[in-house]
């Protein structure tokens, strides 16, 4: 299956740890999809939406806290025409509120898959703990079934 | 309800600002009591982690303290460190730093107009819900923001916290051809700049001056952004190097932002109003003409007339990028060797937000000693408290929820960015 019209977004700040997962998720998958569209993001809206609009795929791999998972689990959220995701303040007006503008403004891709990774630390400094960059290897997998068209 | 004895506005957390604080006022009676933007983003310690770097790394080390004016502190940096080791750019160079510095103008200033201030305006509760009615109007801010931001990526190498920046100059320059695209896209960038003073001067702005002492940097003949030496319309005229003898910066308790206060003269207010009101008559023919055509006059004391000011300062970014690009010429290299040195040096720019002051103090090895940074939303804490004690103490009769509204839109008149201002505050622990 062609790749063409589908993008891989890893949404993140590798200076705050677990925040940088989805930045790592895209450099473990450079060599695996040559010719796929990856793009590291801080996840501000407008970007978002210049990126996927117009996209047949895209998907987005975000670190996020949720105190009722363990570190470095992950799920899979398939955006649709009523799914919701948690718009933040300004400040941390990230994928949530990029969803809902996009669907205001008909900038959704035909299909937005969502794979989140849960971190535990999101403190100054380099690099994933050890629940979060275990999941690396498993993300990338599943962006890589979406992507080739196997997921 | 009104009129009654005591009141207290407290919003935990500030919505449609970059980063996290909180206001809190207390009336009583008549009176308004105490008034505080509590500014409780934990301490970054930049400052702190400067010290033992090369004094090549601030450049690159200080953009990461905001996303959304990373150029502003690539810019101060540079004009720092260059100060202290004695170098001054100027030319081609100097003109691409501006051109790079007004795209980040346009990006930040329409993410304020239209996603962060106009929904204040209009009766929205945020852009999405702006979006809901007026798609093409939001569709407009989107695309003139994504022209900044891709003026930025193509001179910086990235949107957010450019790449190609340096201390000297850049590591590359780009190519006449290089930028011919992007001017094409500044002139399309420009009608929906005019469209955009247009659309704000519109709105219905309270009936509200202020008084506060502005302070901005100025430069014969142009419109500061880059460089300049600072001004206050209380009279003050001083160099970017006599800046630590002016302004002063004490801890108040309910921030780890510094407050800040001009030496024998007061709070004071640093920012686009500051900066029109001192150097409007620099704008271009056609900023001035939008300005006026936007019921601005020669100074600007409603600071809710802000949001008109940062369009008609839009106007002049698009403006003054699409005359850079005309008579762009490439650097014959694009940088300027700037070899480490012992020395303290000192730079200031215009961030959209307002001037933005760096100093560091290097050692024989070029290493940083020490590092101070006062951003402008620090600079304008004391002001935008004055603001909400005044506008409260006129408007005692609006209900609790319309006024706390009203307040928090005060504090976005100013469009704080609280993450680039918080600092840590020194602990002294006394013994006996």
């Known amino acids: 299956m062609t790749t063409a019209g589908r993008l891989v977004i890893g949404v993140g ?3 705050r740890c677990d925040d940088g997962v989805g930045p790592r998720v895209l450099a473990e998958l450079v060599r695996r999809l040559p010719g796929v569209r990856l793009c590291v993001t801080d996840g501000e809206p407008g970007r978002m939406l210049d990126l996927w609009t117009g996209a047949a795929l895209a998907v987005v791999v975000d670190a996020v806290r949720d105190p009722g998972r363990p570190p470095g689990s ?7 025409g009523s799914a919701e995701l948690a718009a933040g303040g300004t400040h941390a007006a990230g994928l949530g509120t990029a969803v809902a503008l996009g669907r205001e403004l008909d900038r959704l891709p035909q299909r937005l898959v969502v794979l989140a ?7 100054f400094g380099t690099g994933l703990s050890g629940p979060v960059d275990a999941a690396v290897r498993p993300v990338a997998d599943r962006v890589h079934e979406l992507v080739t068209g196997r997921g | 309800m009104t009129h009654r004895p005591d009141r207290l506005l407290d919003v935990r957390g500030l919505a449609r600002v970059e980063g996290e604080g909180a206001m809190y006022v207390r009336v009583r009676g008549d009176r308004v009591e105490d008034v505080r933007l509590e500014i409780y983003e934990p301490p970054r310690f930049f400052e702190a982690f400067l010290r033992g770097r090369r004094h090549t790394e601030p450049p690159d080390i200080t953009a990461r303290i905001c996303g959304i004016c990373p150029v502003a502190y690539q810019m101060s940096a540079c004009a720092a460190i260059e100060d202290a080791c004695g170098v001054t750019v100027a030319g081609p160079i100097g003109e691409l730093r501006r051109l790079l510095y007004c795209g980040e103008w346009i990006e930040s200033h329409t993410l304020h107009i239209y996603l962060l201030h106009a929904p204040d305006f209009l009766g929205y509760p945020g852009a999405i819900e702006l979006a809901r009615d007026r798609r093409d109007v939001v569709e407009r801010g989107l695309a003139l923001k994504k022209t900044g931001n891709d003026l930025v990526e193509l001179l910086g190498g990235r949107a957010i916290h450019p790449v190609n920046v340096r201390v000297g100059g850049f590591y590359r320059a780009p190519a006449p051809a290089e930028l011919a695209p992007m001017r094409e896209r500044l002139r399309h960038a420009l009608d929906r700049a ?17 008084d506060h002492e502005l302070l901005a ?8 952004i880059e460089a300049g030496t600072v001004a206050t319309t209380g009279g003050l005229r001083f160099p970017v190097q006599a800046f630590e003898d002016h302004v002063i910066e004490q801890q108040v308790p309910h921030s780890t932002a510094l407050h ?7 709070r004071y207010l640093t920012g686009p109003v500051a900066r029109y009101t001192l150097n409007g008559p620099l704008l271009s023919p056609l900023a001035r003409q939008a300005a006026a055509a936007a019921g601005l006059g020669a100074d600007c004391r409603n600071p809710y007339r802000s949001v008109v000011v940062r369009a008609v300062e839009t106007v002049y970014a698009v403006e003054e990028a699409i005359r850079l690009i005309d008579e762009y010429e490439p650097p014959a290299r694009p940088y300027i060797e700037v070899p480490a040195g012992a020395g303290v040096g000192r730079g200031a720019t215009e961030a959209p937000r307002g001037t933005l002051f760096h100093r560091y103090e290097l050692d024989r090895d070029g290493l ?4 101070r940074i006062v951003p402008p939303t620090s600079q304008n804490q004391a002001a935008i408290e004055d603001d909400l004690a005044r506008f409260v103490a006129s408007r005692l009769d609006l209900d609790d929820d319309v006024l706390t509204a009203r307040c928090e839109q005060a504090i976005r008149n100013y469009d704080p960015c609280i993450s680039c201002a918080t600092h840590f505050l020194d602990l002294s622990i006394e013994r006996s």
């Open chain 1, 13 to 15: 700040n590798e200076y």
């Open chain 1, 74 to 80: 992950w799920f899979e959220v398939a955006v649709g």
């Open chain 1, 117 to 123: 990774v849960c971190g535990q630390d999101f403190g």
């Open chain 2, 194 to 210: 005019l469209a955009t003073v247009e659309w704000v001067a519109g709105f219905d702005f309270p009936d509200f001056t202020h």
């Open chain 2, 217 to 224: 940097l100025t430069t014969p003949g142009r419109y500061a």
């Open chain 2, 260 to 266: 800040a206060r001009l030496s024998g003269h007061g």
């Open chain 2, 368 to 371: 940083v000693t020490s590092a």
